[in-house]
């Protein structure tokens, strides 16, 4: 025959010491769905004269703070271009252009906004961009949370 041995009151309660404490450690994590909310406004303005125009692009952080932002859009016309900028350092390859933040401006608190521009020329139309991103979020004038 074949005895199992009792376990000792020792590690009865080691074992639910632990398991209280495994327990305890998961109830204060938080869930996944428990992300920062994201979002951003932009507002676009334009002085246009023929060939060339001014550009005022005013980003509003309606999110979590964030810290050296880059800010994106497309020229809808293909003849558009960025000549020369300001309050941030601009790129464009092709009609994708981004503007990254300068040392001074790169910290937006929520609620927070930055002004930055650019002087422009164009050839054919000078639509302005209908997106925006603010570091990759689509800036929509609201918040949503982002997926997991």
Known sequence: MFSIPRP????LLVGGA??????????VLPSP???AATGCAVTYTTNSWPGGFTATV???NLGDPVSNWTLGFT???????????????WQQSGS???????DYNGALGT???TTVGFNGSWTG?????TSFTLNGTVCTGGTGTPPP
């Open 111 to 113: 609620g927070a906004s």
């Open 75 to 89: 020229f809808p016309d293909g003849g558009q271009r960025v000549v020369q900028g300001w309050s941030a350092t």
């Open 33 to 35: 769905n428990a992300m």
């Open 18 to 27: 632990v398991g209280a404490l495994a327990l305890a450690a998961t109830a």
């Open 58 to 60: 005013a980003v509003k």
């Open 8 to 11: 000792s009151r020792r590690h």
């Open 96 to 102: 994708s252009v981004t503007a990254r933040s300068a």
């Open 125 to 129: 139309s000078n639509p302005n961009p």
